[in-house]
């Protein structure tokens, strides 16, 4: 027969009170991990919706779920965002963010971020960062090179149509775009404003308040 001192007995009782206070503390943090981000409802829908946008072959090489900052908003919607990484944006990610109701259908919402449409296979005409500057170099008068951002212009977004057909290709989706802050002379005066270049097709938008024509 064994023979616990009081000591020993102290110890022993400390433990296993130990033991289940942090089993007690951990269980929340084993529930969020099942609701982690592999675990959400429709996210091959999800991710169909941004291969659908992008290209399979695009998707599949530089496109990856962000799982820390994909959640609940509500306890049948998910929020989802991806990094869109591609060796043409020079170190810069596009975000790509929507939710999904609880039928997995696409709901457009403040929080619907980055989705570009891409048609080309090719990324070989794609414009980078330093191809940006010089472009923007040669419209402007003077451009700030710190300023230079990968952004989403949302300028001619729309969900119109796809709210009443359902069908993503009636989407009309924003663009991907270098900006850059500049100056311009018109008529012997400076106007600051911001360049935007696309980076898929290399066009040049002036986002100016000054009469052009």
């Not at 990856?64 to 900052?69: E, H, N, P, S």
């Not at 043409?88 to 709901?107: H, M, R």
């Not at 990324?123 to 419209?139: E, G």
């Amino acid at each position: 027969m064994t023979y616990w001192s009081n000591s020993e007995r102290f110890l022993l009782t400390f433990s296993l009170m130990k033991t289940s206070l942090l089993s007690f503390l951990f269980l929340p943090l084993v529930v969020y991990a099942q609701r982690s981000a592999d675990s959400y409802p429709h996210h091959h829908n999800a991710d169909s919706i941004v291969a659908f946008f992008l290209g399979n072959e695009v998707f599949q090489r530089y496109v990856k779920l962000d799982k820390q900052k994909s959640k609940y908003t509500t306890p049948s919607s998910v929020f989802f965002q991806y990094n869109f990484q591609h060796p043409k944006f020079s170190g810069e990610t596009l975000i790509i963010a929507f939710t999904l109701d609880s039928a997995g259908q696409f709901v457009p919402g403040e929080e619907t971020h980055g989705l570009i449409r891409i048609t080309s296979k090719s990324d070989s005409t794609w414009t980078t960062a330093r191809q940006a500057l010089r472009i923007c170099r040669d419209q402007g008068h003077r451009i700030k090179k710190s300023s230079l951002r990968l952004a989403w212009d949302t300028t001619d977004v729309s969900y119109d149509i796809f709210e009443k057909t359902k069908n993503y290709r009636d989407i009309v989706p924003g663009d991907i775009v270098w900006k850059v802050d500049g100056e311009v002379l018109f008529r012997g005066d400076k106007y600051s404003g911001t360049f935007e270049v696309n980076v898929l097709t290399g066009n040049v938008v002036r986002r100016f308040a000054i009469p052009w024509d």
